[in-house]
């Protein structure tokens, strides 16, 4: 993985290049700072998922990482992010639809807490998980829950202090791999072994085609993430976006 960095531009509508085709571009987005009106660019179905939270803080960063996505994915394709429409994939996967080419610019969110990931690339499937450390987890079900029973006897060994973080960053890994396949959770998640070691790596699963390539994510702190790929990748380039009326 080669990391590259991106060029600034205060324009919140300037257009972006798509992603050269093995290449993979990854958002770091605040959702304390909505982009501006960003409850206007959500569609009828986002906006009423947005009133059903019950607690304001999640609304609140719904809209904040659903109006940054909009905002970022109507830039690669020169649209009014309020004019984007998604279908979903059986377990829920959405994915960009409605003119020609907009599906083929492929995406994937995640959110936990303040922060959200977003990973956007030109036809490669991806998947994108960013997960807050908890420091009262894992237990003894959760982990035997998740892990296969060498990821398990991996974990034993570590020094107890580093249990945690290095459980949630192979979770992140785990549900990256979850989601490039389109699964998320409808698949068993001891059916992948990604091991407790955060380097780039081919990761085998009876659903993919070919190999997923895993790679572990620089996060915000307090966080762990990771992006996965079907069939590889090439260069990723990594963005923030975080002030109100501007995206990198
Ligand atoms: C997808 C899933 C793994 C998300 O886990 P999570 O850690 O809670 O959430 P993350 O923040 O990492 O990801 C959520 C985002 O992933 C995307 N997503 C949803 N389902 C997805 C799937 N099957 N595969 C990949 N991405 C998915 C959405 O953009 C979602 O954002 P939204 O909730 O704001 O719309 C989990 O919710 C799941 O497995 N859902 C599937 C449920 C299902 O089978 N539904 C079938 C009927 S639709």
Not at 109 to 127: I, R, T, W, Y
Not at 160 to 177: G, I, S
Request: with cysteine; glycine share 8%.
């Amino acid at each position: 993985m080669r990391l590259g960095t991106a060029s600034r531009s205060r324009d919140p509508a300037a257009p972006l290049e798509r992603p050269q085709p093995s290449d993979v571009h990854i958002w770091e987005l605040d959702l304390r700072r909505p982009p501006a009106h960003a409850l206007d660019l959500l569609d009828a179905a986002e906006q009423e998922r947005a009133r059903r939270f019950v607690f304001a803080i999640d609304q609140t960063r719904y809209i904040a990482a659903h109006g940054w996505m909009r905002q970022i994915l109507g830039r690669y394709l020169g649209r009014a992010p309020q004019d984007l429409q998604f279908t979903f994939g059986l377990h829920g996967k959405p994915a960009l639809s409605g003119r020609r080419n907009d599906a083929s610019l492929c995406f994937n969110l995640s959110h936990s807490l303040d922060k959200a990931l977003l990973a956007v690339s030109n036809g490669l499937p991806v998947g994108v998980d960013i997960e807050a450390i908890r420091p009262d987890l894992p237990d003894s079900v959760l982990a035997a829950g998740v892990l296969t029973p060498g990821e398990l006897d991996e974990l034993a060994q570590l020094p107890p202090k580093q249990q945690t973080d290095v459980f949630f960053a192979c979770w992140a890994r785990k549900e990256a791999c979850m989601k490039a396949l389109g699964l998320g959770l409808a698949l068993e998640p001891r059916s992948l072994h990604v091991g407790m070691i955060p380097a780039r790596q081919r990761v085998l699963s009876d659903h993919a085609p070919d190999y997923i390539d895993l790679s572990p994510l620089p996060s915000p702190s307090g966080h762990a993430a990771a992006l996965a790929v079907l069939g590889g990748f090439g260069k990723m380039l990594y963005r923030q976006a975080s002030l109100p009326g501007r995206s990198d």
